[in-house]
């Protein structure tokens, strides 16, 4: 009999974990799309998909929130192992980092709506490029945690170098046109927080990936670094005022 009750709180343990993991990449593909949306407001100019993605960003904070609750009540109800625990906890902290990458699609459909009317320049291409890059690396490294696949993860974190590095190409080259052409500042200037915001983006990613890490670690062992500058107080979604 105690086998039995023992066998369905498992189960039912189980159950909780998996619709965890499911709303999970529910929430990440909100946050993909609001990415994907965000760049492709800034690409063609379209104040009204920029708008929408500020708008859907509430439900986004809300769908946060509410994982979180649910991670708190399995761990009040269910009598956890050590590896089930870290696992919600994980779970919690995804669902945060998860709502502050929304936060930076957020940032860059502000810039987009400041960017109203202005001419178009190169590096637009190369932001794209560094957009579907990120995006990339959010969907493994959402996959690697389901999946508990932490070889993925690790995979997924060496993605954030082509990040940096687009980042990097990208200020330069915009660096050089605003030393050419005065009239450029602004854009390119708003165009360099489009940039930051991504490539921040990659760097939660890189938080996200090592929450899989966690769940596998020998208690004791090393803790993962976070990614650089990620656990600054003022780090936020940046766009010019």
Known sequence: MATASVSQLRTQLDRDIDALQVELLRMGDKVDRAIDRAVQ??????????RMVIDDDSPINSQRYAIENDCLTTIATQQLA????????????????LERIADHAKGIAHIVLQLEGARDLPELRDIERMSQATRQMLRSGLNAFVLNNVEQAERTC?????????HQQIVRTLLTYMLEDRDLIS??????????NLERIGDRVVNLCQRTDLTRRVPGGPAPTPASGSEHPHDHPRFPN
């Open 158 to 166: 060496l993605l954030d170098d082509d990040i940096d590095h687009y």
């Open 187 to 196: 854009d390119a200037t708003h165009l360099i927080w489009v940039s930051h």
């Open 82 to 97: 050590a590896g089930d625990l870290r696992r919600i906890i994980a779970a919690m902290h995804i669902a945060g980092e």
């Open 41 to 50: 407001a800034l690409s063609t100019h379209d104040m009204r998909l920029a």
